[in-house]
Every structure is written in C-alpha cells, then in structure tokens.
C-alpha cells in the first residue's frame, strides 16, 4: 500500500521520533545544571539520603524498585544511580565524571532570574531592613 | 500588575504574553515566547547564545555596569503611598532614562570607533602582505631602492627637530 497519488509521506519514521522525543524529554527531566551546581556545595547528606532522591524535589521522592539498586548509590555531579559499589566506583573513575565534577566546582553560579533582570537594566533585588533577627522569616534574599 | 522580565533573554513580559515553568523544586521560569522556551528545554546557556542580553552585556556589546542601573530594581518590600513621592519618582525617572540613553549611546559609539580602527589596522596589514597582487614584485623592488634614503633622512630631520624641542 502506497501513498494516495501526489501525497508525499511525511514525519518520517515513527519509532525514532519516539526514541528522539524520549531522550530530550529525559535529558530535559533529569537535575538542571543549577540543581547540581548548588548539590556539589552541600554536605553530602542534604542531597541524598539512601532512602529519599534528591532532596529539594518531589521527582523521586522516596525509592522504589525502578530506580536502579534501590537509590543505594547515587553520584551527585552526574546526577545519577548505581545499581552497586563497585559501577559507582568504576564510574567515578571514569573521564565524563571527574571533567564534570571538577567544572561544576571551578565553574560561576549559572545563570538564574536575577541574573536575567540585571542583564535587562535592573538592579539586585531589594529587600528592605531586616524586620525579623538572622534565621527569621524575614530573611528572603535570594 | 508587574512586568517580569523573560529567564532567558530579559525582554520585558507584559501580561497576556509568554509562558511559566514551574519546576517540581518551585523555581518559576517566564519566557517571553516560544523562541526563549524552547530553548530552555533546549537546555541552552543564555551566558552564550548571542542574542540575549546576558551575552552581549558580559561580553562588552552593551554598556553593563553604570549607577543608573541601580534605579529599577524588584522590590519586595511595598512603599506606604505618598503623592509628593509617586511625582518625584516619576520626574526622576525620566531624567534617569536619560541619562542613560546617553551614556548607553556614547558606549556604542566607542565600540564602534574602536572596531573600525581595528579594521583598518587589519587592512593595512592585509596590504603589505599582499602587495603583490596589485603591483608587480619588480617595480616594488624599485621602489624599495630610493626609499632608504629617503627615510635616513627623514629620521635625521625627526632627530633634530626632537634635539630642539629638549633645548
């Protein structure tokens, strides 16, 4: 069966549309490069317990069997699980991962709105006086 | 009513325009059309993507840090209504973008000023080195014969002159 005369097929083949839309929709879902940058300044804890997915999101909010070994491993700069100890060592070793982990440390904060609002004509944001003492809810700068 | 400011090319967002991403940490994205979102979801860095406003200020195009900058600015604190102050406010922000055109105009103007003495510089070195190709080699080497002499003493002169200015 072809198509109906002067019909030209279009939008190619369907299972790699599939497979392209899926990885940019994964690429897209993992931690944005801000999240990790503020991860790698952390104590290790706050980002992950071995129990609950990055902290700071509801994207995993505790393990279940579809992440891979339990969420037991997890490499903060590659934002990613280990099914064990030893892919995670074996991924530390790894070039992709010592590049990153070494520009996300060297690397300035990326750019975020306030950024966007000074590169537009605007100041930082002003937030007043303190009302409240250090730790209280008034602290809302950045 | 507030006029956001797009995450990806600060263009100003009036309401009715553009879309919100609201990421599952809280953090809300505007963008001013389709064009900034998608490049976001892109995951394109607006540090080097060459029409946006953070490119060309931190790349020197547009004039970056100046005192007039300081003026408008998020504020998250609301002022207690004054009518003397509200007259102020808008006089002086006239004055102020003023200002700042002018300064933003005399910038632009010395960046091009500086282009073009770059490129002449370039055209004159393109010329020496491809001389060759307007004018024939032998009439060159000619040419190159008289002109020691006559620069000798044209540094001689240059000497004296300077000998003088120094008495």
Redesign the interface.
């Known amino acids: 069966m072809g198509n109906a005369p002067g019909k030209r097929r279009v939008g190619g083949n369907s299972k790699t549309k599939k497979w392209h839309k899926q990885g940019?929709r994964k690429?897209?879902e993992a931690r944005?490069?801000d999240?990790v940058w503020e991860d790698v300044r952390k104590p290790p804890q706050l980002v992950h317990s071995n129990k609950a997915g990055p902290q700071?999101?509801?994207?995993v909010a505790e393990h279940d069997e579809e992440v891979p070994g339990l969420g037991q491993h997890y490499c903060i700069p590659c934002s990613r699980y280990f099914s064990n100890a030893g892919a995670l060592a074996t991924h530390e070793k790894t070039k992709p991962h010592r590049r990153r982990a070494k520009l996300l440390l060297a690397s300035d904060r990326?750019?975020?709105?306030v950024?966007?609002?000074?590169?537009?004509?605007?100041?930082?944001?002003?937030?007043?006086p303190r009302l409240r003492s250090a730790g209280g809810v008034a602290d809302?700068a950045e | 009513m507030r006029i956001d400011k797009c995450w990806f090319c600060s263009s100003a967002i009036y309401p009715g325009h553009g879309i919100t991403f609201v990421r599952n940490d809280a953090t809300a994205f505007k963008f001013c059309r389709s064009k900034c979102h998608k490049n976001f979801k892109m995951k394109r860095n607006p540090r080097k993507v060459r029409w946006t406003k953070a490119y060309r200020k931190l790349a020197g195009k547009e004039l970056a840090e100046d005192a007039t900058f300081e003026m408008e600015r998020r504020r998250n604190r609301p002022e207690k209504y004054d009518r003397e102050l509200v007259k102020k406010t808008v006089q002086a922000v006239e004055k102020i973008s003023g200002i700042r055109k002018k300064r933003q105009d005399r910038h632009h103007e010395r960046r091009m000023a500086r282009a073009k003495a770059g490129q002449v510089a370039q055209d004159k070195a393109a010329l020496e080195q491809q001389i060759h190709l307007i004018r024939a080699p032998a009439s060159l080497r000619a040419k190159a014969k008289d002109a020691p002499a006559k620069e000798k003493v044209k540094v001689a002169a240059e000497q004296r002159a300077g000998d003088a200015m120094q008495e």
């Open positions: 940019v690429k897209f944005h490069i999240q700071g999101t509801t994207s990326p750019h975020n709105q950024d966007a609002e000074v590169a537009s004509g605007m100041g930082r944001p002003d937030n007043g809302m």
